[in-house]
DNA sequence: ATCCCGAGGG
DNA sequence: CCCTCTGGAT
């Protein structure tokens, strides 16, 4: 995409939504780690449905260890992937507590070492709780991105390093979360809602599957 | 049947 | 690169 459209794509959902945000619930920095190792192909809303009850009582490395697997496994068993999860999570604050002294690491290759924390978790947690100019690369940023033209890459990570070299400084710390909210509610994967888009003239998709609107004189 | 703020292992 | 883990919503 032109970089002259490029500033335009984020200024058009900027002026939508001016300081867009998290949709995951948590309480501190260790709660949103674990929100966003939850959330791995799940929803928000179903995260957060279990993290409520979870949460009012488990903030940090030592009660979740507490807690225990099992225990955890009690809490998150409505969301997927949760026996994988739930050692993680466990595993993940054992690690926090014994290399770490009970807080989580605020720099990329450490966050990294964490089970169940991959590239993309790290790049959320330095984005949301640091406020680090991190482009975190999930299926919504990954899908408009590419299908709108914005920045067509075949991995997560070519994605990443065309997001973290082209956007315009005004943009890049909520880059991110203006494409997944995006991507979320109006550029669906299934059924993209281009009616309602306000990127349409700049999308790369909209010519061949949506012709552009012709609107009759009669009603101009 | 497809998708959801992926990561780890082969 | 591929596959597996996994329940809930649509």
Same mark, same amino acid.
């Given at each position: 995409m032109k970089k002259a459209d490029i500033f335009e794509f984020y200024r058009r959902l900027a002026e939508l939504n001016p300081s867009p945000e998290t949709e995951?619930?948590?309480?501190?920095?260790?709660t949103l780690l674990v929100a966003v190792v939850l959330s791995a192909q799940s929803t928000d809303a179903g995260v957060?449905?279990? /993290?409520r009850a =979870?949460?009012?009582t488990v903030?940090?490395?030592q009660a979740m260890v507490e807690?225990?697997?099992?225990?955890?496994?009690?809490?998150?068993? /409505?969301?997927? =992937?949760f026996n994988t999860k739930a050692r993680n999570v466990i595993a993940l604050s054992h690690l926090l507590i014994?290399?770490?002294?009970g807080e989580v690491p605020t720099d990329r290759d450490a966050l990294e070492t964490l089970p169940g924390v991959g590239r993309k978790t790290a790049n959320v947690v330095l984005n949301v709780a640091l406020g680090a100019e991190?482009?975190?690369?999930d299926t919504h940023v990954f899908r408009v991105a590419n299908r709108t033209g914005l920045a067509k890459g075949k991995t997560v990570m070519a994605v990443e390093t065309i997001l973290e070299r082209q956007t315009p400084q005004p943009f890049r710390t909520h880059a991110h979360h203006w494409l997944i909210l995006h991507g979320r509610y109006t550029c669906?994967?299934?059924t993209p809602e281009c009616w309602r888009c306000p990127v349409i003239d700049l999308c790369a998709f909209r010519p061949k599957s949506l012709p552009p609107a012709k609107i009759p004189a009669s009603i101009r």
């Open positions: 995951l619930e948590s309480v501190n920095i260790y957060n449905k279990a /993290t =979870l949460f009012a903030r940090d490395p807690l225990g697997e099992a225990g955890l496994k009690s809490h998150i068993k /409505t969301i997927g =992937l014994d290399k770490f002294g991190t482009f975190p690369v669906k994967a299934r």
